[in-house]
């Protein structure tokens, strides 16, 4: 039982639950003192593994300081001001602005309202059009959940935003088409470089380019949701610098503060900027009580000076090249029958005919025997802390193994 109405869970049968209590590096331990090793950093975004000190006492030490302020007009608290200028350092825009709030579903409700704001103060309100991709996952508010691109997400919720269009994630005509039936009208087109809870794809060949191209030929904007792959996770700060294609807002959450406070935001670029600082008398009419809160600001720079310090955006490439030798020795085995991912989140497909049940009983069989990894569709899928060292992936990759051949395809 759980009196929680827990995320994604069956209200009506929320039995099964093992309890967890403490985390320590790459492991997380349960009421029983089972351990596990996070293959999956929580939900895509413990880069820096579990019990930071660093990160604790540089939180601690800003809620002795200043535990709470707002940075709505007149004021600004200082470390926010820091976190926005660290992040703009490491994203790759020139002189960009950066706003900050709790959650990636929160950081995609912005970006929206930017995307269409932007040609409303344009004087070019008919674009309206938001483009999503099949597979996309964009959070549960209103508007990510309109832009799901996994449709039992949207389902039951009564009407949803409307101008939204779906387009094909792999194929660049999906989205051509798109464009040149209604090019003056799309606003943006939203876009995970590598889609993640929707089963880790990595972009097809000159996708994103192609679709760069698409936006600048029909004044569109694009906006990169980098919630999972922000902050190092494909082997660059940001999945734009790993297939050096620029879009024009990013949005971030999750590995900005590791998960250790709720931080998310978006990376707004200079053209974007540009258009919002125009008319010095304009008023950004959006932001939250707990935008730029301190103690998410202080999580976001002890969590960005790890990373750097402790070179994790290159570990991502080790650990990438580490899972996916492992991964594809069992592909070359005839156990996997694909193996998807960049830097240091993978997914490996089951064999053919895999049902979601199969997954799901493998990972149970994984969690029994001490690796968290996560089911979707088919596949089983890993995005684990970026300190994990080469042994525990090495685990990871054995556990599924074994798990697999405990649950042959009936
Ligand atoms: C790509 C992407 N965007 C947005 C979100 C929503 O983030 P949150 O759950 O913090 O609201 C997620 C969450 O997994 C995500 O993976």
């Not at 596990?36 to 300081?65: F, K, P």
Request: glycine share 10%.
């Amino acid at each position: 039982m759980t009196v929680l109405l827990q995320p994604f869970g069956k209200p009506g049968n929320p039995a099964g639950n093992r309890v967890l209590v403490r985390g320590e590096g790459v492991r997380v331990y349960d009421t029983d003192g089972h351990a596990y090793i996070d293959g999956l950093g929580s939900l895509w975004y413990c880069q820096v593994g579990h019990s930071r000190s660093e990160l604790i006492e540089a939180v601690n030490s800003q809620m002795n300081t200043l535990a709470t302020y707002n940075s709505f007009a007149p004021f600004v608290v200082d470390v926010a001001e820091q976190a926005a200028t660290r992040i703009a350092e490491v994203s790759p825009f020139e002189d960009p602005r950066v706003f900050l709030c709790c959650s990636g579903s929160e950081s995609i409700d912005t970006a929206l309202k930017i995307a269409r704001l932007v040609p409303q103060l344009k004087g070019d309100g008919q674009r309206q059009i938001i483009a999503r991709r099949t597979r996309g996952y964009h959070g549960v508010n209103m508007g990510g959940t309109s832009l799901q691109g996994i449709a039992p997400n949207r389902e039951n919720w009564g009407d949803l935003l409307p101008h939204v269009v779906e387009i094909d994630p792999d194929d660049i005509e999906s989205a051509a088409r798109l464009f040149a039936e209604s090019g003056d009208r799309v606003a943006a087109v939203l876009c995970e470089p590598m889609q993640g809870a929707g089963g880790v794809h990595p972009p097809t060949d000159d996708y994103l380019r192609r679709l760069r191209e698409l936006c600048d030929a029909n004044g569109a904007l694009l906006i990169f949701d980098e919630v999972i792959s922000g902050f190092g996770r494909t082997g660059s700060w940001f999945a734009s610098q790993t297939y050096d294609v620029t879009p024009d807002l990013i949005t971030f959450a999750k590995g900005v503060t590791s998960g250790y406070q709720p931080v998310g935001g978006v990376l707004v670029s200079r053209v974007v900027a540009d258009v919002l600082e125009s008319d010095p008398g304009y008023v950004f009419r959006h932001g939250y009580t707990y935008s730029g809160h301190p103690a998410g600001a202080a999580a976001v720079l002890a969590n960005i000076d790890v990373i750097e310090k402790e070179g994790l955006v290159d570990r991502a490439n080790h650990i990438g090249d580490r899972m996916s030798a492992g991964f594809n020795a069992l592909h070359g085995d005839g156990i996997l029958s694909e193996v998807r991912g960049v830097g240091a989140v993978w997914a490996a497909k089951l064999a053919e005919g895999t049902t979601y049940e199969r997954s799901c009983a493998i990972r149970d069989t994984m969690l029994d025997n001490g690796v968290v990894a996560r089911p979707i569709g088919d596949s089983i899928a890993f995005c684990p802390p970026l300190v994990i060292s080469d042994e525990d992936l090495d685990t990871c990759v054995d556990v599924m193994a074994d798990a697999i051949t405990k649950h042959p395809i009936q």
